[in-house]
């Protein structure tokens, strides 16, 4: 035999003798069906837990469906003077006790000619009216819904022209012509304003 020959059987031997072993790797059994759907729902339970502990998975808010901010709990005493004088001791001590937050808006005109007269509507409680005439008004509600829900809905009413509340964005309201109802979210991760 040539020395050609003897290098194409040294080949060929070693090539054989890997085949068991790669076709015994191979030979191993696919995931059962029942591990494969196991596994995809614990998954999918992840996924659908983290989505409800973020309040929906929203971060950015948009104008059809803004941010509501949450007041701090070193800044709760300065925001409660707009609160309504006949809610407000059970307001403040649920906030302080990080109980309910308070959420912060503002109110301002957007051009020399507007304004008016507003009263914001948040689930059951309803402010005190703010005649929004010259600078801007920072306002503190308690959240529409259970803040652990991460979203609702807050109620602009009143007889104003051209008012700007600011959420995150900002929304033109204008509520001459009855009420603006406004669908909000917020992020649930710290309800003591931390």
Not at 46 to 64: C, D, M, Q, R, S
Request: aromatic share 4%; charged share 20%; hydrophobic share 40%.
């Amino acid at each position: 035999m040539s020395n050609i020959e003897h290098q194409a059987q040294a080949q060929n031997k070693i090539a054989g003798q890997k085949a068991p072993a790669s076709a015994g790797a191979s030979a191993k059994p696919p995931l059962s069906p029942s591990v494969i759907a196991i596994a995809g729902g614990i998954v999918a339970a992840g996924a659908i837990a983290g989505i409800l502990l973020l309040g929906g998975g929203e971060k950015v808010g948009t104008p059809e469906r803004p941010a509501l901010s949450l007041i701090k709990k070193t800044d709760i005493d300065k925001a409660s003077d707009t609160l309504a004088p006949e809610e407000k001791d059970k307001i403040v001590s649920e906030a302080k006790a990080c109980q309910a937050p308070l959420a912060n808006m503002r109110i301002s005109k957007t051009t020399a000619d507007a304004g008016g007269v507003v009263r914001i509507r948040a689930g059951n409680y309803l402010s005190p009216a703010f005649n929004v005439a010259d600078g801007p008004i920072n306002v503190a509600v308690p959240f529409p819904s259970p803040y652990e829900a991460g979203k609702g809905e807050v109620v602009i009413e009143g007889a104003a022209k051209d008012v700007f509340v600011e959420f995150t964005p900002g929304l033109k309201i204008d509520t001459t012509a009855g009420v603006r109802r406004v669908p909000v979210f917020w992020d649930t991760s710290k309800p003591c304003g931390g």
